[in-house]
C-alpha cells in the first residue's frame, strides 16, 4: 500500500522554495517509505538534505525521523544510470518511485506537462519531486489507504496489500480495539490472532505488540493470561519480541476512549482507523464491506491510550508476555 520512494540529490538541490520540498514530504509522511543506499548521513542525498534552507531542511529531517524507511542495495542514481543505458533488468526491484529534478527528466521526456513516466514492466516510475502526488505510484497508494475493504476479498491478500508494508518498517504495533481480546478467546481464526502472526513474519526486528482491549466476560483473567502465554510461546518467526496486553472492563474503555475505540498504529505518526476493527482480517474472506483509512496520529489519541494503559496498570490489570 505504501510508496516505496527514493529523492536524487539533484532534486533535492532544484527546488529552493519551501513549497515544493512541503508538498513531497506532506505525501510521503503518510504515504511513503523512504529508501536510501550505504550509510544515509554520508550520503548524497542526506548531504543535499542538510544544504537546504532551514524551513525545507526541517520538513525532511522529521520525515526521516518517523523511522519509514529501508536501505536498499543500489542508490536512485545507480538505478537511474540502468534505466539510461537500457539495462532494465538492473532496474527491476523493491523501489516504486524515483523522483527526479527537470534537469535529469529531459533525459526521460518528463516536465511539467508530462511529470511522470512508468520505465519498466516492474512498475518503477520517475517523477518529478514538485509533482510526486501525481506519480500512479502515489495515486494507488492513496486510493487504498482511504478507500472501503470490500466484502468477500481474499484476506491473506488483504494483509499483503493494505497491512504488510506497515509490518515490514514497523518499531512497534499498538492495537486498540474493545473486542479484540474477548475475539482472540472465542475464535480460533480471530482478526487478532492473524495480525500477531502476521506481524511475526513481517517484521525485520523484534518488536512489541501493545493490545488495549477489554476484559472478557464469558473467561476470567487466568484464562486469558493462559492462552496469551500459550500463543505468545507459539510465535517463532522472529518479528515480535513481546506482547502486552491493557485490560479494562467494557465502560471504562469506552470512557477513556469516546467514540474512537478501533485503530491500529505500526508507527508512532499514523494510525489504520478501523470501523469494524481487527476483525477485518477474521477468517479466509472478509464477511462484509469495511471501512478503512490510513491518518495522521493525533495528540487526542495519544492522550487515549496512555489512559488506558496506565489505568490498567494501576489495577494490575496489565500483563506482558515474552516470545
Known amino acids: 500500500m505504501l510508496v516505496t520512494y527514493s529523492v536524487t540529490a539533484d532534486a533535492l538541490k532544484y527546488y529552493d522554495s519551501p513549497v515544493a520540498h512541503r508538498r513531497a514530504v506532506t505525501l510521503f509522511r503518510l504515504y511513503g517509505i523512504f529508501t ?82 512508468k520505465v519498466n514492466s516492474a512498475s518503477i ?7 510526486a502526488d501525481l ?10 489507504a482511504n478507500s472501503h475493504v470490500p466484502s468477500g476479498q481474499n484476506v491473506k491478500n488483504l494483509w499483503n496489500e493494505r497491512f504488510a508494508d506497515l509490518a515490514q518498517i ?6 486498540i480495539d474493545s473486542y479484540s481480546v474477548p475475539e482472540f478467546m472465542d475464535r480460533t481464526a480471530s482478526g487478532l490472532r492473524r495480525l500477531l502472526l502476521e506481524t511475526d513474519g513481517s517484521s525485520g526486528k523484534k518488536i512489541s505488540v501493545n493490545i488495549l482491549s477489554t476484559v472478557p466476560d464469558r473467561f476470567g483473567l487466568d484464562q486469558v493470561f493462559k492462552q496469551f502465554d500459550s500463543f505468545a510461546k507459539s510465535l517463532s518467526r522472529g518479528g515480535i ?41 477474521e477468517g479466509k474472506q472478509t464477511k462484509s464491506t469495511h ?33
Not at 170 to 175: N, Q, R, T
Not at 301 to 306: A, I, P, V
Open 135 to 144: 506519480s500512479f505510484s502515489a495515486g494507488r497508494s492513496m486510493k487504498l
Open 170 to 175: 514497523s518499531s512497534g504495533v499498538s492495537l
Open 125 to 131: 516510475e520517475l517523477c518529478l519531486l514538485e509533482h
Open 291 to 323: 471501512d478503512f483509512a490510513l491518518k495522521m496520529m493525533t495528540d487526542e489519541l495519544r492522550k487515549s491510550e496512555t489512559a488506558v494503559r496506565d489505568l490498567a496498570t494501576q489495577r494490575g490489570t496489565s500483563f506482558e508476555f515474552r516470545v
Open 36 to 117: 536510501y543506499c550505504q550509510d544515509l548521513r554520508s550520503s548524497k542525498t542526506y548531504e543535499a538534505i542538510m544544504n537546504l534552507d532551514q524551513q525545507s531542511r526541517i520538513l525532511w529531517q522529521g520525515l526521516l525521523q518517523s523511522g519509514r524507511s529501508k536501505r536498499l542495495p543500489n542508490s536512485c542514481e545507480v538505478l537511474m544510470s540502468s534505466i539510461k543505458n537500457a539495462d532494465i533488468a538492473n532496474a527491476v526491484g523493491e523501489l516504486n518511485l524515483i523522483c527526479i529534478d527537470p534537469s535529469n527528466g529531459l533525459d526521460f521526456s518528463i516536465d511539467d506537462q508530462v511529470p511522470n513516466t
Open 241 to 281: 519480541g513481546s506482547i502486552n496486553l491493557f485490560l479494562l472492563d467494557a465502560v471504562d474503555f469506552r470512557g477513556k476512549l469516546g467514540i474512537h475505540d478501533r485503530w491500529l498504529r505500526f508507527d508512532k505518526f499514523s494510525y489504520l482507523s478501523l470501523a469494524a476493527g481487527i476483525s477485518v482480517l
